[in-house]
């Protein structure tokens, strides 16, 4: 059993002993060229301070297009000036974009959820800057007039304007052009209004209210006089046409 094993040992590497024996070393090569030392200096640190060589940075799919827009701005503006912006002025400018974006996104958030009150929202005003809440019950019965004759004689433009506006629904309300509802807003009545010439005119006057009383637009006597012609050119439309 033994020798039957030692036998089939010496059968498998014969072979290798042999192919071995055949192959040819490769000849030993020994580089004799003459090493020269090198001295670096010692501020080699301050040399290459650009920001190319500010492997910090990550660049590529790992960037956002706003800071990918960020790094194009500021590249241009060095290749165009010739000057070399700072690193540090690019994660500047990038937070004051993303705060201007986040800025921009919540006013158009509350703008589309409130209307034309997003502009009073984002001043701090609360309902109690109007004086005045009219439900459907009461906007016949309301006497307008009064009510500017009494802000007028206060110097209170802003809240004559007011009450000149509230006219107006009540009058497209009652030449059944409009159905006033206290919830809605000057969009819903514009989709209304089947006339053109009723909607222009409706669209001019809301302009004048909105600037006006949510924007908190300074006017004076000469200033309201325009804008009472305006409304009181509209009330006569919307008699005749009504």
Do not use: C
């Amino acid at each position: 059993m033994n020798k039957a094993f030692l036998l089939l040992i010496l059968f498998l590497i014969t072979p290798l002993a042999m192919s071995s024996q055949g192959e040819i070393l490769p000849e030993l090569v020994i580089d004799s060229t003459q090493v020269v030392k090198k001295d670096f200096n010692k501020d080699l640190s301050q040399e290459y301070t650009e920001k190319d060589f500010d492997y910090d940075q990550i660049r590529g799919e790992s960037e956002n297009f706003l800071k990918r827009f960020v790094n194009w701005f500021f590249k241009k503006l060095e290749d165009i000036f010739g000057i070399e912006v700072n690193p540090n002025l690019y994660s500047i400018v990038e937070t004051l974009l993303y705060i201007i974006l986040i800025a921009v996104g919540l006013f158009l958030m509350v703008r589309l959820l409130m209307g034309q009150q997003a502009t009073s929202f984002f001043r701090g005003k609360s309902k109690a800057l109007a004086p005045l809440s009219i439900h459907e019950e009461q906007l016949t019965q309301t006497d307008f007039d009064a009510l500017i004759g009494q802000a007028l004689s206060q110097n209170d433009y802003r809240l004559a304007i007011r009450y000149q506006y509230l006219k107006i629904l009540r009058q497209l309300s009652l030449e059944n052009i409009i159905e006033w509802h206290f919830e809605k807003t000057n969009s819903d009545y514009v989709s209304e209004i089947n006339s053109d010439q009723i909607k222009q005119g409706f669209s001019k006057v809301s302009y004048l209210y909105e600037h006006i009383w949510y924007g908190e637009f300074a006017i004076d006597a000469q200033g309201y006089q325009k804008a009472d012609s305006s409304f009181n050119s509209f009330l006569n439309t919307i008699k005749r046409n009504g």
